[in-house]
């Protein structure tokens, strides 16, 4: 054991006076010796404990070899080890000298304490330092209770009061020259004053004694001797401690200087966080690399190391070369319309359950004011996300969006947005499409997944790939399209992962990079559409973000970009024209890849002649694309890639092999014509539909062609109705518009342009099949999300009769409440609405709908009444007053009611009293103006915010109360209690003389006691005309409430019941409640059973009043 500490001495003071690349450069040296096996020493590079750490080196020492051979490693691989820090009776190999080192104690009280103890202060320079600035946790060097440390800020500050305060200079002069200091020691002498004397000294035999002196003692370092002391000399140091880095190589023997991080300047410490973990530093001290050698350096070069010492330490050459390829890899713009960029808007987004009784879960759909953009885009995102993580943990970061929605483009923009040094946080970033890791076989390693799996194959070496997995929290590794790996869903799930150098299939790869057992502590970013398998396990996500698409402005900038872009100027305003003639398309037009599709028609349409016209649906969008290009393609063709995408959709795939197609003429033609095309780092026989739309209309047009399906099964294909057995799950979401669009639409101009007219001898029978089911359906009976794909496909049908009986069929009152209106969803139920001739009240809350889609619903005539967020309305009435719209702001106005109105959060209550302030504010401006129909109409209110936030909101809530003058039903009642208190009864009762109309006042479960039934006594008289009902249901009111209630009781002539059950009072009390009954006719029910009462007096009073209720 004594050899072990002796062993644990000497590693300590390794570990704490170098830098990490030189620990690391110790594991190294010991795992070339074959001290350490491979799997050992990646365990010992992420140990972060110090003090474990040096334990388990000093065990492995002590076992397998000795701390000679660690030192050579260090000194082999181009770090010199001090000669200072081997511990003491460790002789060199020159056969010079000993150096003489010391274990600190506990170091505790004042700079006094600390000189009179046996700390030597150069080595608390050397040992500690607990400067944190990459704000991770702390971790010590030392984890004994009984080490105390002080840092660098400490002996500064020891030293500038010694400089600064007359008396302390004098009590530490007392320390440093006693007046029995033995003459010889009094006899001193300076140092030669040169730039190496400053930090390397040829010492004598012997201890060392170092003394920090006073100001009157000349700047220098001095020496005495130590004759007859115990000690070879004592050196007496005054002024600035010099850097290591400014002076020349030692020689011999040397005591070195107090070196300086080139991370971090002033700290030693091995675990410090180097300056790639300060992502607020310039981006060139994050991205340049020091190319100066320890100890060899000029004194030119010198002097720029000091200047430099922030720069990040040097990486292999090998690992450089790897960084700047990997760099130009993803610097690479993209070109033609794929290249034209278009900030959207990044939401903050949570998963939730669609219902009660489903434990799936989709996205959350909140109100447009409640939207929480991610402010500063994609990289300041990523950059706040990963401050909020974990230490040593796997962040799971996720984007998801709707197709199309261009989350793919984003992934590569995130690519290059590391190229260009905007994202300095993360050292390498591998960007690798989902469809690559559908692949067999057991013979993967992590170094395929990062460098042969991505858009472009890498060259890297071991060296390389050994480099990044010891600093796996500065790897981004983004995984676009998840909901490809549906097929391998079992992976999140698995019950273990592989080892780092184990192969495995690519299923345990990920399970491996999930599980968070291998490359623990990166950063995962997935890009995943917002429903399937997998995306029910992104609730547990660190971050979760939503492309939000388009806006209609920016829509229309995309199509002049891309005309710009395409060389066709003349034609932009044209195009734009264009698309503002078709509102269906242009509402579409928030998804990318519906807008370029449209700017491509529009393109061909418009080389055609003047007199181009885009078409009114988006199956006529798609049969004009693709038209030509099925004309001119072999027979068949069409259909055949058609049934290609079908089946591949029913497999969840967008993927296909070369050798699945019918023929080499199908797959040349369908490449040639863009319909299919290498995607993203496939192998040359991988091929893909460059849209999943396109792949959506190739699936419906195979439906509408094939004679395979049955008639009857045809309906199910729509989606309208759920199936109990065998349901179709969707997964070609766009499949029910296009089908219905292709069956429907006139054969000339939609199926006959694709096939020919020839090869729709089943259509027929389909279009009465399905025509015959469509005239069935009760809208009314459907649910939110049904009734508009129901909407869509009618429109997409431009069938008459279709389109007739659907939207004379929808109900009076449509509730979208929690189904998400997108702008599409909005003009077609729009259209639906103008077309029914009849009036509607429309329910838009929690439906995400823009301020466009709902000013245009708001201002049809045929809706009288709507529901929308509080906050949504508001802003669309200031912006309607902005843009001088009286009339519709006037309907805007009328229209809008908000009865019942249930208060369950905070924001709630604040809306509420920022549109009783818009009506204030609204009538002190305008003399003819009357109160807001909303404020004046709301009859019932409800407040439900539970017991932590019902007493902070209760006030706010009553401070408009008096604003609603109609208020009939105050319900303040919530199955978690609101515990408004006493206090809060107080507050209300002042507001019960301007509640001239409320009938009905619920009390419930509010912790009221004697007192709050006191002061509700006292404001009661003034409800005495209009109350009904009281209820103080489970409250804490005993006999003295009881009496206060009984007291006033006669007084409220138009009480017909009350609630007093599950109260405090005992028999006392509720006799008193029971004679003052007595004297009120008018009450026919009085409540009041309640544990306290003994059941045989609660019966007696029963029986002398019917009135009574035990229930």
Request: charged share 20%; proline share 7%; aromatic share 6%.
């Amino acid at each position: 054991m004594n050899n072990f500490q002796a062993i644990l001495t000497q590693v300590r003071i390794l570990l704490s006076s170098h830098q990490p690349s030189q620990v690391q450069a110790l594991l190294d040296s010991l795992l070339k010796e074959e001290l350490l096996s491979r799997e050992y020493h990646c365990t010992l590079l992420h140990e972060p404990d110090s003090e474990a750490l040096a334990r388990k080196i000093s065990l492995t020492l002590l076992e397998k070899g000795d701390l000679d051979l660690a030192l050579l490693g260090w000194a082999q691989s181009g770090l010199q080890s001090p000669a200072a820090e081997r511990g003491p009776g460790h002789s060199d190999h020159d056969g010079s000298s000993q150096c003489a080192t010391m274990e600190l104690g506990p170091l505790e009280g004042s700079y006094l304490e600390l000189l009179n103890s046996d700390a030597d202060p150069l080595c608390l320079y050397h040992i500690y330092d607990q400067m944190d600035l990459a704000g991770e946790e702390e971790i010590e060097l030392y984890s004994e209770p009984d080490t105390d440390t002080i840092n660098c800020d400490q002996f500064s500050r020891l030293l500038c009061d010694m400089e600064g305060d007359e008396e302390t200079r004098e009590a530490y002069a007392n320390i440093a020259f006693p007046e029995e200091l033995p003459a010889d020691l009094k006899h001193w002498k300076p140092v030669p004053s040169s730039s190496s004397s400053l930090s390397c000294l040829n010492l004598p035999e012997g201890p060392i004694q170092f003394v920090p002196t006073v100001s009157t003692v000349p700047q220098g370092l001095w020496q005495i001797s130590g004759t007859g002391t115990g000690v070879s000399s004592i050196f007496i140091y005054h002024g600035e401690v010099p850097q290591a880095s400014q002076v020349p190589p030692p020689s011999g023997l040397t005591v070195h200087g107090l070196p300086t991080s080139p991370d971090r300047p002033g700290s030693t410490s091995p675990f410090a966080p180097s300056a790639t973990d300060l992502p607020s530093m310039p981006e060139p001290a994050l991205i340049s690399r020091a190319n100066v050698t320890e100890h060899k350096t000029s004194p030119t070069q010198r002097q720029a190391a000091g200047e430099v010492s922030n720069k990040l330490p040097k990486w292999p050459e090998s690992v450089e070369q790897f960084y700047r390829s990997l760099q130009d890899t993803y610097r690479a713009e993209p070109t033609g319309p794929d290249g034209i960029l278009m900030e959207v808007d990044l939401v903050q987004a949570r998963l939730e359950r669609s219902s009660s009784k489903s434990l799936e879960r989709e996205l959350a759909t909140p109100d447009w004011a409640e939207r929480q953009l991610a402010q500063g885009g994609l990289a300041e995102g990523l950059l706040a996300a990963k401050e909020h993580r974990r230490p040593r943990e796997t962040q799971v970061i996720a984007m998801l969006g709707k197709a199309g929605q261009g989350k793919s483009y984003w992934a590569g923009a995130v690519s290059r947005a590391w190229a260009c040094g905007r994202l300095p946080q993360y050292d390498f970033v591998f960007s690798v499409p989902c469809h690559c890791l559908n692949r067999p076989g057991d013979v993967y390693r992590l170094q395929d997944l990062l460098f042969s799996l991505g858009p472009r194959p890498l060259v890297a070496a071991d060296e390389v790939f050994s480099h990044i997995v010891k600093r796996p929290d500065r790897i981004l590794l983004i995984l676009d399209a998840f909901e490809e790996l549906e097929a391998q869903d079992g992976f999140l799930h698995s019950t273990c992962g592989p080892a780092l150098a184990e192969p495995c299939s690519l299923r345990g790869l990920l399970a491996g990079l999930f599980q968070k057992k291998l490359l623990r502590g990166c950063t995962l970013l997935l890009t995943a559409r917002p429903r399937g398998r997998l995306v029910q396990s992104l609730s547990k996500a660190d971050a979760l973000f939503e492309l939000s698409g388009f806006s209609m402005e920016q829509a229309q900038a995309y199509v002049m970009r891309y005309f710009e872009c395409s060389g066709m100027t003349e034609h932009q305003d044209r195009a734009l024209a264009l698309l503002r003639d078709r509102p269906f398309l242009l509402s579409h037009s928030h998804s990318p890849t519906l807008c370029q599709a449209v700017c491509q028609l529009s393109e061909a349409l418009l080389e055609l002649g003047e007199d181009a016209e885009l078409p009114s649906t988006l199956t006529g969008l798609y049969v004009g694309l693709l038209g030509r290009a099925a004309l001119n393609g072999p027979p068949g063709a069409l259909a055949e890639l058609a049934k290609l995408a079908w089946e591949l959709g029913r497999r969840h795939q967008s993927t296909l092999q070369e050798n699945q197609f019918p023929s080499a003429d199908v797959r040349t033609w369908a490449m040639a014509k863009g319909l299919v095309q290498h995607p993203p780092g496939a192998t040359e026989s991988e091929l893909a539909f460059p849209s999943f739309l396109l792949q959506c209309f190739l699936g419906a047009l195979w439906l509408a062609l094939s004679g395979e399906i049955k008639d009857k099964e045809l309906p199910q294909y729509l989606a309208l109705t759920p199936r109990k057995k065998r349901p179709y799950d969707n997964w070609l979401e766009g499949v029910p518009r296009f089908l219905t669009g292709l069956i429907f639409q006139p054969r000339a101009r939609c199926l006959g342009a694709l096939v020919g007219p020839s090869a729709t001898a089943f259509t027929d029978r389909k279009q009465k099949v399905l025509a015959r089911y469509l005239k069935r359906l009760q809208p009314g009976t459907l649910r939110a999300r049904q009734l508009l794909e129901l909407l869509h496909c009618a429109h997409e049908a431009e069938e008459a009769g279709i389109w007739q009986h659907v939207v004379q069929e929808l109900p009076a009152r449509l509730s979208f409440l929690g189904t998400r209106l997108t702008p599409p969803d909005a003009h077609v139920l729009g259209k639906a609405l103008e077309a029914a001739g009849q009036d509607f009240a429309l329910d838009l809350r929690s439906t995400g709908i823009d301020p466009s889609g709902l000013g245009s619903l708001v201002g049809l005539s045929c809706v009288t009444h709507f529901r929308a967020a509080l906050s949504d309305t508001v802003a669309l009435w200031e912006s309607l007053r902005q843009h001088g719209e009286t009339e519709l702001l006037q309907a805007a106005e009328e229209k809008f009611t908000i009865e019942p109105f249930k208060a369950k959060s905070l924001k709630d209550v604040e809306d509420l009293g920022k549109l009783v302030q818009t009506q204030r504010t609204r009538s002190s401006s305008e003399d003819t103006a009357g109160e807001l129909p909303a404020v004046r109409d709301l009859k019932k209110l409800e407040f439900a915010l539970g017991p932590i936030s019902g007493p902070q909101a209760f006030p706010k809530l009553v401070r408009i109360l008096t604003a609603f003058s109609s208020l009939q039903h105050l319900d303040l009642d919530a199955l978690s209690e609101n515990k408004i208190g006493d206090e809060g009864v107080s507050q209300l009762s002042a507001t019960f003389p301007q509640l001239k109309s409320l009938e009905t006042l619920n009390l419930s479960q509010n912790s009221i006691t004697d007192l709050g039934a006191y002061k509700l006594a006292e404001g009661l008289p003034s409800l005495a005309a209009s109350l009904l009902r009281l209820s103080l249901y489970n409250n804490c009111i005993c006999d003295m409430g009881a009496e206060s209630l009984a007291r006033v009781l006669p007084d409220m002539v138009s009480l017909r019941v009350m609630d007093v059950q599950y109260n405090k009072f005992t028999a006392a009390g509720a006799q008193q409640l029971a004679a003052s009954l007595r004297k009120c006719p008018h009450v026919e029910t009085l409540a009041m059973w309640t544990p306290t009462i003994p059941f045989s007096v609660q019966e007696h009073l029963q029986q002398q009043d019917s009135r009574i209720s035990l229930r």
